[in-house]
């Protein structure tokens, strides 16, 4: 993904294929988020938007991934969402995680997750 593909992304805002979160700091909101699109129709994962959708974006290192990865891991059967890292300048960056949906029934921490879309 680009940089004008992940703007184009956030101007559609949140909904049932795409969500935002802050930073890394709210990873396991996201991985039950991640297991409920596996479950479903898949989308994205977006750290370092706010729920404005405004860049605020983090700095990003080996180990904020691997944290991001344990998390992942604790879906189960395990689960392989591609994740890119776009620099959006300032020596910070968004997170993208790409999460394919569709392939079965999918728990965290046992318990299956489901998006419910947003209301129009």
């Known amino acids: ?5 992940l703007k184009n992304l956030v ?7 795409l969500e935002f979160k802050r930073s890394t ?8 988020t991640a ?5 479903g129709l898949g989308g994205f994962i977006l750290f370092g938007i706010n729920d404005n959708g405004d860049f605020v974006g983090q700095q990003v290192t080996a180990k904020t991934l691997e944290d991001v990865s344990a998390e992942i891991r604790r879906i189960e059967p395990q689960a392989f969402p ?11 960056s968004i ?4 999460v394919a949906g569709g392939g079965g029934l999918y728990t965290f921490e046992g318990r299956p997750c ?3 879309p947003l209301p129009a």
């Not at 700091?25 to 039950?32: L, P």
């Not at 297991?35 to 479950?39: G, P, Q, S, V």
């Not at 994740?83 to 020596?91: C, F």
Request: net charge negative.
């Open 1 to 5: 993904m680009n940089f004008d593909e």
């Open 11 to 17: 101007s559609m805002g949140e909904s049932d294929r």
């Open 25 to 32: 700091g709210q990873r396991t909101q996201a991985a039950k």
């Open 35 to 39: 297991c409920a699109m596996l479950n």
């Open 82 to 92: 591609i994740v890119e890292t776009l620099d959006i300048g300032t020596e910070k």
């Open 95 to 98: 997170i993208v995680l790409h």
């Open 114 to 116: 489901a998006r419910v």
